[in-house]
Structures are given as structure tokens and as C-alpha cells.
């Protein structure tokens, strides 16, 4: 199964700033999404990354506040823009090898704090 | 995209089997039935997942209803490591979203 590295693991930001996270895989594969997981919770998607086209987020997320990139099959990154506490949460890349038949394997997220 | 249903937590004693249920009646023909579980303090980790027969593998056993609007999630023997919680969730064959639920929390008593 795929082997997903996540950077960084976790951070500490003030608000007003931008962090970008990465996702490496170690395989090409299909599917590449982000989730978000606030602390209590379950996973809300907040986009699916496409390879050389925009991202499809999903409804209460926007472009101007996660920009994504997905320049190959094997790399993403989302940014959370403009930070605020609100955005405290783990971030998780996710990938799937090929479409909704193929499990998805997940990274260990990267922990952000929001001061 | 179809949604599913789980209870909030449940328990189980070690060593005994655990049969975790799910509803997922706007399931459509086409949707795969994926189960994952979540350790704390790590990423969601792939269990299980089938379409319309039951499936084993050497984690579990997914044994899914002949008119698929549920499905069950069976582990054979309980260990304190299966504490986790455990999502339950149906893979659009259209959109190719997967849409986590509120997942259930097994606690497994010693």
C-alpha cells in the first residue's frame, strides 16, 4: 500500500499567516484528497486534488482560503491562508491508488495551532 | 453522496468478538462499503471494504446485507489494541469522494 509522508507534523502559527503543508507519496497513485479534523471529530473532505487542474473543494471550503497544488501524481500541497484560531485542527492528506474501489490510505496529518 | 450511520460507542471484553454495525440506506449500486479505524494521535487506517459479498481479511470480516442499505464489521477477538474509533463509510463510484460519519468509539475492557 502506499506510504504517505506528511510535513510538517505540527506547527504553532500566528494568525494572519499562511502555513503549506506537503504530501509526498511514495507511489502514483489516482485519488489525492484533504481532509480536515477538528479536535473531538471526524473528518470533514475539504477538497479533492486534481492532477494538473484546479482542485474540487468541497461546500464551506474555498480556493482563496486553502489553495491546493497537485503538480504530479505523486505530490500535493494545501496552504491554510490567512490564519485564525478557527483553523486549529489536524490536516490529513489522504490517497486512493486508483477510484472509490481503492482503499484509502492515509498520512498522520500534520497538527496546527493557532495563536 | 450516500450517508451512513453508526452508533456513538460501544464496548466489548477482550478476547470476544465485536460486531460494529452501520447504515447506509441511500447506498447507491455502485458504491463500495470502507471501513477504517482511528488510534489516537494517528491517521485513519484502512480495515476492510467490499461491494456486495461478504469479505475476510486477516484484520476483519465485513459482512454486508443482501439489500446493502447496511453492513456490519466483525472482530473475531477483541484486543485492547482495537480500541479506536471505527468509521464506516460509503465511496461515491461517481464523484470519487469519500465521506467520513461521526464513526463509533469501541472501548475493549480487560
Known amino acids: 500500500s502506499a506510504v504517505i509522508s506528511q510535513k510538517p507534523s505540527r506547527d504553532i502559527c500566528q494568525r494572519g499567516t499562511s502555513l503549506t503543508i506537503q504530501c509526498q507519496v511514495d507511489s502514483q497513485v489516482t485519488m489525492m484528497f484533504w481532509y480536515r479534523q477538528q479536535p473531538g471529530q471526524s473528518l470533514t473532505l475539504i477538497a479533492t486534488?486534481?492532477?494538473?487542474?484546479?482542485?474540487?473543494?468541497e461546500s464551506g471550503f474555498v480556493i482563496d482560503k486553502f489553495p491546493i497544488s497537485r503538480p504530479n501524481l505523486t505530490f500535493s500541497t494545501l496552504t491554510v491562508s490567512n490564519m485564525s484560531p478557527e483553523d486549529s485542527s489536524i490536516y490529513l492528506c489522504s490517497v486512493a491508488e486508483t477510484a472509490s474501489s481503492s482503499p484509502l490510505h492515509f498520512g498522520n496529518g500534520t497538527r496546527l495551532t493557532v495563536t | 453522496d450516500a450517508k451512513t450511520t453508526q452508533p456513538n460507542s460501544m464496548e466489548s471484553n477482550e478476547e470476544e468478538p465485536v460486531h460494529l454495525p452501520c447504515n447506509h440506506s441511500?447506498?447507491?449500486?455502485?458504491?463500495?462499503i470502507h471501513w477504517y479505524r482511528q488510534l489516537p494521535s494517528q491517521g485513519p487506517e484502512y480495515v476492510i471494504h467490499g461491494l456486495t459479498s461478504n469479505v475476510n481479511n486477516r484484520m476483519a470480516s465485513l459482512a454486508i446485507a443482501e439489500d446493502r442499505k447496511s453492513s456490519t464489521l466483525i472482530l473475531h477477538r477483541a484486543t485492547l489494541r482495537d480500541a479506536a474509533v471505527y468509521y464506516c463509510?460509503?465511496?461515491?463510484?461517481?464523484?470519487?469522494?469519500?465521506?467520513f460519519g461521526t464513526g463509533t468509539r469501541l472501548k475493549v475492557l480487560a
Open positions: 441511500t447506498i447507491s449500486g455502485t458504491d463500495y
Open positions: 463509510i460509503s465511496s461515491h463510484s461517481g464523484t470519487y469522494k469519500y465521506i
Open positions: 486534488a486534481n492532477q494538473g487542474s484546479e482542485a474540487t473543494y
